[in-house]
C-alpha cells in the first residue's frame, strides 16, 4: 500500500509517523515527569501475550521455562532483564532480585502479610468444613489467618519451648546414628528416605507426642503408616506449584487435583486419630508430662478442634521434606568440602569429648561453626527459591510504581548466588557469617531469608535450625562422612527438593 502513494504523500506519511512517534516518547516522558514515576508496564520483562500472558513460556517447544527448574528461569530472566522483571502469567508477577528492594518490599507494614499459594488446597480444604474451618496456615490470608497464627504462634516460636524438645529430638537422633551404623550396607543407597522417617520422628515427638516408629522392619513397607504419611505429605507438596499456575482444577477434578486431595486426606486421618486418641486419653487422666505442641493446642482458649486439625496437617506437610531437603545440603556441602567438615568436627569434638554425651541447649547455643554451616548451607540451598506476597498497597520500587494486589516474588536464592552480594558466591564458605573470623563478610540482611521474614515468616524456625542442628552434631561427630555423587542441583516443587539421590558414604570415628 505504501508503494502506491507518491512521493510527496510517501513523505507526508513518513512525517505523520514520525510526529506520533514523538507524540509518543513525549507523552511517556510527560507522564515519568508529572508523576516521577514510571508505571508497571513499564518495567522489563518476557513479552506477555493477552488471555495467556506469559503461560507460553511454560510449554513444551514454544517456550524456554523448565517449571521444575524455577531457579535456572529466575536467573536467565535476571541476566536479560536485570534487578527487577514483571510477568504475567495470568496474575501481575513482579520478581525482586536487590536485596535493598527486597527489604522495601518486606518493610511495609501490613497488618496481615498475604501469599498467593495453595490456592487447590485451600479450595479443597473450603470444601470440607465439616472438618476444617480455614484453609490453614499456608493458604490462608487476611483476618483469619491473623487469627490463628496469633493464636498458635506461642508455643511454636518461643525459644523457651523449643529448648525443651532438645533432649527428645536428641534421643531420636541417637538411635538413628545407631540404626544407620547397623543397617548401610551400600553408600549407593538415597540418604534422604531415611533422613524423611527421622523427620517423620522428631516431629511426631515435638507436635503430637507421637511415635511413628518407622524405623522398625515393618514400618519400611510402602503400606505402612510412616510410610503413607511420607508420601502423602510429598504428594500435597509436589502438586502446589503447578495446580497455583493451572485453571483446570477450578472446573474439574484433574488427575494433580486428585493427587492432592487424596494426599489430604490421608493427613487429615491420621490428624483426627492422633487428635481423638489424644482426646480420650486426657479424658481419663491428666498428663502433665505431655509437651507436645497438641497439648498446648488443646489448653487454647479460642480454637476449636478444626482449627487445630488444619494446624496439624500443615504441620505435616511443612515438617518432613523442608527439614530432609535442608539436612542433605548441609551434608553434600560437608562431605564436598572436607576442610570445612574437620573444623565442624573440631568444635563438636571440644564441645562432646565423649561422644556419647548428651546434646544440649548449651552445647547448641555454642556450636558457632555448625551454626554457620547451617547457615552457609541454607545461603547456597534455601528450601524454597524466594519469598512471595501480595501486596496489600500502591508500592514504589525504584521509581516504578507498583500496583495494590501485584504478586511479588522475592528471589532470594538467585540473589543469594550472585558476586555483587556475596563474595565467591557459589563457594561454601561458613567463616563469611562468623564475625570474627578473617573471612567474614557484611552480607546485606535481606539477601539470604531461608524462612521468610515479618509476621508471615516460617512458624516453626526455632524448631526446624534446632532439630537440623541436633542430626548434624550427631551424624558429624560420629561419622567422617564423602559424597560419592556428582553435582546436586535443585528440582524445584514448591520447595527445592535435591535433584540426585543423596549419595553418601560413612565412616565411623574412633574418637
Ligand atoms: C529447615 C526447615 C524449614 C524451612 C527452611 C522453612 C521455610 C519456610 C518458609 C520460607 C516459609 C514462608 C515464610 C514467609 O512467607 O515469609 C515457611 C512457612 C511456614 N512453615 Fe516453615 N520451614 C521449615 C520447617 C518447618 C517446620 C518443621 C514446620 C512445622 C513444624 C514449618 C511450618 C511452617 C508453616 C505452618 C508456615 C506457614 C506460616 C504462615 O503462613 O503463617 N516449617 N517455612
Not at 187 to 199: I, T
Not at 296 to 317: A, E, H, T, W, Y
Amino acid at each position: 500500500m505504501f508503494k502506491s502513494l507518491t512521493n510527496e504523500k510517501k513523505i507526508i506519511t513518513v512525517n505523520l509517523f514520525q510526529r506520533y512517534l514523538n507524540f509518543v516518547r513525549e507523552e511517556s516522558s510527560y507522564k515519568k515527569d508529572q508523576n516521577h514515576l514510571w508505571c508497571f508496564e513499564d518495567i522489563p520483562g518476557p513479552k506477555s501475550y493477552p488471555v495467556i500472558g506469559t503461560l507460553y513460556k511454560y510449554l513444551p517447544y514454544l517456550g524456554d521455562y523448565d517449571a521444575e527448574a524455577l531457579d535456572n528461569v529466575a536467573l536467565l530472566n535476571w541476566r536479560r532483564y536485570g534487578g527487577l522483571v514483571k510477568e504475567v502469567p495470568g496474575v501481575r508477577l513482579l520478581h525482586v532480585y536487590e536485596p535493598e528492594l527486597i527489604e522495601a518490599v518486606f518493610r511495609q507494614k501490613e497488618r496481615y502479610p498475604a501469599r498467593r499459594s495453595h490456592v487447590a488446597m485451600l479450595h479443597y480444604r473450603l470444601s470440607k468444613p465439616e472438618i476444617y474451618n480455614t484453609g490453614g496456615l499456608l493458604s490462608t490470608n487476611g483476618s483469619e489467618w491473623g487469627r490463628i497464627r496469633s493464636s498458635f504462634q506461642k508455643n511454636f516460636s518461643s525459644p523457651q519451648n523449643a529448648k525443651q524438645y532438645v533432649y527428645d529430638v536428641d534421643n531420636i537422633a541417637r538411635k538413628f546414628v545407631k540404626w544407620v551404623k547397623e543397617c548401610r550396607t551400600s553408600c549407593n543407597e538415597d540418604f534422604l528416605p531415611y533422613l524423611n522417617r527421622l523427620n517423620l520422628e522428631v516431629i511426631g515427638v515435638i507436635a503430637f507426642n507421637e511415635r511413628f516408629d518407622s524405623f522398625s522392619p515393618n514400618e519400611q513397607d510402602q503400606e505402612s503408616r510412616s510410610s503413607k504419611i511420607i508420601k502423602s505429605a510429598f504428594g500435597s507438596n509436589s502438586g502446589i506449584m503447578k495446580l497455583d499456575k493451572g485453571l483446570l482444577w477450578r472446573y474439574f477434578k484433574t488427575p494433580l487435583y486428585r493427587k492432592l486431595a487424596e494426599s489430604q486426606e490421608y493427613l487429615e486421618k491420621i490428624s483426627m486419630d492422633i487428635l481423638l486418641k489424644r482426646i480420650h486419653f486426657y479424658d481419663k487422666e491428666k498428663d502433665d508430662d505431655d509437651k507436645s505442641l497438641l497439648a498446648s493446642f488443646l489448653q487454647l482458649p479460642n480454637v476449636d478442634f478444626k482449627d487445630i486439625i488444619g494446624v496439624m496437617v500443615d504441620i505435616l506437610m511443612a515438617a518432613i521434606d523442608t527439614t530432609s531437603y535442608t539436612t542433605s545440603f548441609a551434608l553434600y556441602h560437608l562431605a564436598r568440602n572436607p576442610d570445612n567438615q574437620n573444623k565442624l568436627f573440631e568444635e563438636l569434638f571440644s564441645l562432646m569429648p565423649e561422644k556419647d554425651a548428651e546434646v544440649t541447649s548449651d552445647i547448641l547455643s555454642k556450636a558457632v561453626y555448625l551454626r554457620s554451616c547451617v547457615k552457609e548451607s541454607l545461603r547456597l540451598n534455601p528450601v524454597a527459591i524466594g519469598v512471595g506476597r501480595v501486596l496489600q498497597d500502591n508500592v514504589i520500587l525504584k521509581g516504578y510504581l507498583i500496583p495494590k494486589d501485584t504478586v511479588v516474588v522475592m528471589q532470594n536464592m538467585v540473589a543469594s548466588r550472585l558476586p555483587q552480594y556475596v563474595r565467591d558466591p557459589l563457594r561454601f564458605n561458613p567463616e563469611r557469617w562468623i564475625r570474627n573470623s578473617d573471612n567474614f563478610e557484611n552480607i546485606h540482611p535481606f539477601l539470604s531469608l531461608p524462612f521468610g521474614f515479618g509476621p508471615r515468616s516460617c512458624i516453626a524456625r526455632r524448631l526446624a535450625e534446632q532439630n537440623v542442628s541436633i542430626s548434624l552434631i550427631r551424624l558429624i561427630r560420629e561419622f567422617k562422612i564423602e559424597w560419592m555423587g556428582g553435582d546436586l542441583g535443585v528440582q524445584t516443587l514448591l520447595i527445592n527438593k535435591p535433584d540426585k539421590p543423596i549419595s553418601l558414604s560413612f565412616t565411623s570415628r574412633n574418637m
